[in-house]
């Protein structure tokens, strides 16, 4: 093992996911969920997200349906999705995810189509930019523990 | 997603078929609880499941209340095959679900012969008193606000092992202990209602699993649940 390079990749794993959260990408609850992780259940964080990305593109699309028709919008079944949209990602700590779900939470119920257009826009590029931001962690982690290191627990507070 | 055979949300019947329902049946380790699980969200179920085996819990995981209450040999259909084997010390469900809400499978639990005393803990996104307050009084022995975190669930183990828990509204009421008599529990949380003995004996715990972080939570009163802000100031429960 070149303990060099470990470190150099620790570090910019460290660096990286530190940067996540201070930009708002990720929440206390993203390292609730990475201690539930450990030896026996090393993919247990990239498992959860990925299912929290299916849900995304799923609700997003019916979401996308609901809304086609101006004289017709079903804002129950938007309600309906983004309550659930909010709740996946806060149990995964998608902190800007949830935050553009409150807010099309406060479109729907005063059935304002137009806010509600715009915020099933920007859902779909955060959840979208979240994903590549993680897939660039889990790339980092990869090549950690195949440099044959470990993945440092990191300290948010 | 049950390539691990994580997530169990298979008929009771089909579970009884293929073996599973044998293996959730006596002879069982006293000290391992079994909960039953009940959220509408395949990404809280999942996290939900994670948390409660990382304390060492069996866990059976449904997506709907109706499902639970087949679980349980509870719904209309034919009576359970086995139900008198089952044995499920803990139940927790999401009040938010599609067809019946976490509340309405609350009452129906408490409704049961078999099952009323069995702890039921409810989850939900939303800290709304009314609801909180509509749940405990039906019965709950807890209200989780989501996101659920391991300190939580941590937490959740007090309620399993003592025989006499006093409730917040000052009523003393059995719970349900396996036998043999349990051993003493896991976690090291301290309890805000427990006699003296139980908390000495919570204290002198040794946490167990070196590589949880233990949160200040744990340690000190939980300040996150509604239900420990009310148990906090009513007097009397020190």
Same mark, same amino acid.
């Given at each position: 093992?070149?303990?060099?390079?470990?470190?150099?990749?620790?570090?910019?794993?460290?660096?990286?996911?530190?940067?996540?959260?201070?930009?708002?990408?990720?929440?206390?609850?993203?390292s609730?969920?990475?201690?539930?992780?450990d030896?026996?259940?090393?993919?247990?964080?990239s498992e959860?997200?990925?299912?929290?990305?299916?849900?995304?593109s799923?609700l997003?699309?019916?979401?996308?349906?609901?809304?086609?028709?101006?004289?017709?919008? /079903?804002?129950?079944?938007l309600d309906?999705?983004?309550?659930?949209?909010?709740?996946s990602s806060?149990?995964?700590?998608?902190?800007?995810?949830?935050?553009?779900c409150?807010s099309?939470?406060?479109?729907?119920?005063?059935?304002?189509?137009?806010?509600?257009?715009?915020?099933?826009?920007?859902? /779909?590029?955060?959840?979208?930019?979240?994903?590549?931001?993680?897939?660039?962690?889990?790339?980092?982690?990869?090549?950690?523990?195949?440099?044959?290191?470990?993945?440092?627990?990191?300290?948010?507070s | 997603?049950s390539?691990?055979?994580?997530?169990?949300?298979l008929?009771?019947?089909?579970?009884i078929?293929?073996g599973?329902?044998?293996?959730?049946?006596?002879?069982l380790?006293?000290?391992?609880?079994? *909960?039953?699980?009940?959220?509408?969200?395949?990404?809280?179920?999942?996290?939900?499941?994670?948390l409660?085996?990382? =304390?060492?819990?069996k *866990?059976?995981?449904?997506?709907?209340?109706?499902?639970?209450?087949?679980?349980?040999?509870?719904?209309?259909?034919?009576?359970?095959?086995?139900?008198d084997?089952?044995?499920?010390?803990?139940?927790?469900?999401?009040?938010?679900?599609?067809?019946?809400?976490?509340?309405e499978?609350?009452? &129906?639990?408490?409704?049961?012969?078999?099952f009323?005393?069995?702890?039921?803990?409810?989850?939900s996104?939303? #800290?709304?008193?009314?609801?909180?307050?509509?749940?405990?009084?039906e019965?709950?022995?807890?209200?989780?606000? &989501?996101?659920?975190?391991?300190?939580? *669930?941590?937490?959740?183990? #007090?309620?399993? =092992?003592?025989?006499?828990?006093?409730?917040?509204?000052? #009523?003393?009421?059995?719970?349900?202990?396996?036998?043999?008599?349990?051993?003493?529990?896991?976690?090291?949380?301290s309890?805000?209602?427990?006699?003296?003995?139980?908390?000495?004996?919570?204290?002198s715990?040794?946490?167990?699993?070196?590589?949880?972080?233990?949160?200040?939570?744990?340690?000190?009163?939980?300040?996150?649940?509604?239900?420990r802000?009310?148990?906090?100031?009513?007097?009397?429960?020190?």
């Amino acid at each position: 093992m070149n303990t060099t390079v470990v470190a150099q990749l620790q570090r910019q794993f460290q660096d990286y996911i530190v940067s996540l959260y201070q930009q708002g990408f990720l929440d206390n609850q993203f390292s609730e969920l990475r201690k539930l992780q450990d030896e026996g259940t090393p993919d247990f964080v990239s498992e959860v997200v990925f299912l929290f990305f299916d849900d995304c593109s799923k609700l997003i699309n019916t979401m996308s349906t609901s809304l086609e028709q101006p004289d017709n919008v /079903d804002f129950k079944q938007l309600d309906s999705g983004v309550h659930q949209l909010k709740g996946s990602s806060s149990s995964v700590g998608a902190k800007r995810v949830k935050n553009v779900c409150i807010s099309f939470k406060e479109c729907c119920d005063v059935q304002n189509r137009e806010g509600c257009l715009r915020c099933l826009q920007q859902v /779909d590029y955060e959840y979208k930019m979240l994903k590549t931001k993680l897939q660039e962690l889990f790339n980092l982690e990869q090549q950690i523990l195949q440099a044959g290191g470990t993945i440092p627990q990191v300290d948010i507070s | 997603m049950s390539k691990d055979g994580g997530v169990s949300c298979l008929r009771r019947s089909e579970m009884i078929g293929i073996g599973i329902g044998e293996l959730e049946s006596p002879p069982l380790d006293s000290d391992q609880v079994h *909960v039953l699980a009940v959220d509408d969200s395949l990404v809280d179920r999942i996290v939900i499941e994670r948390l409660l085996r990382i =304390t060492s819990c069996k *866990v059976t995981a449904v997506d709907s209340g109706w499902r639970a209450l087949e679980f349980l040999g509870l719904d209309d259909k034919k009576a359970a095959v086995e139900f008198d084997r089952l044995k499920v010390d803990l139940i927790i469900t999401d009040y938010c679900m599609p067809g019946m809400t976490g509340y309405e499978l609350l009452k &129906k639990i408490k409704e049961s012969t078999s099952f009323k005393e069995v702890p039921v803990v409810i989850m939900s996104s939303e #800290n709304v008193i009314t609801r909180i307050d509509r749940c405990l009084e039906e019965g709950a022995e807890d209200f989780l606000l &989501k996101p659920v975190k391991l300190a939580d *669930v941590k937490r959740l183990k #007090n309620y399993l =092992t003592k025989d006499v828990k006093v409730a917040a509204d000052g #009523n003393k009421r059995k719970l349900t202990t396996p036998p043999p008599p349990p051993p003493p529990p896991l976690s090291s949380t301290s309890s805000m209602e427990s006699s003296d003995s139980t908390v000495e004996s919570l204290l002198s715990m040794v946490v167990d699993d070196d590589s949880l972080t233990l949160s200040p939570e744990s340690i000190a009163s939980p300040v996150d649940s509604p239900l420990r802000r009310r148990e906090m100031k009513s007097p009397g429960l020190d």
